[in-house]
């Protein structure tokens, strides 16, 4: 991989990105927009700056983060559902693209971790 344009998971955490957008494009609770926002965007920037930080011990962290900022999202989710800022199908669709996610962060970690072994 020559950037990190290239990667996967980096290319699927931009799409997921644009959909949290989406969802909350004319939300009103503007502390709750900007909160899932941010952390959606966290996700693929994290990706990004790992990548082009140089070390693969850096990457991991910065995959960490990503990884933790997923989660974020995940749970914001939830609470979208419960305040009907989004319906069940969708919250769950996001769900599961968001952990989708996550797995992938997590076996590039893993990759990450292994080929330093060798």
């Known amino acids: ?15 997921f990105t ?7 494009d004319n939300m009103r609770d503007f502390g709750f927009k ?3 926002q941010r952390a959606a965007v966290s996700v693929m920037n994290n990706i990004a700056e790992g ?6 011990a850096m990457f991991i962290k910065y995959l960490d983060i990503s990884k933790a900022s997923c989660g974020e ?6 609470l979208a559902e419960d305040r009907k800022f ?3 199908e969708k919250a769950n669709e996001l769900r599961e693209k968001a ?8 076996a590039l970690i893993k990759y990450l971790k292994n ?3 060798e």
């Open 1 to 15: 991989m020559k950037s990190f344009e290239d990667l996967r998971i980096w290319q699927e955490a931009r799409v």
């Open 86 to 88: 989004c319906s069940q």
């Open 99 to 106: 952990k989708s996610i996550s797995s992938g962060i997590h």
């Open 51 to 56: 990548f082009d930080y140089g070390s693969d």
């Open 18 to 24: 644009n959909q949290i957008y989406d969802l909350t």
């Open 34 to 36: 900007d909160q899932i």
């Open 115 to 117: 080929k330093n072994k």
């Open 73 to 78: 999202v995940k749970s914001m989710l939830y």
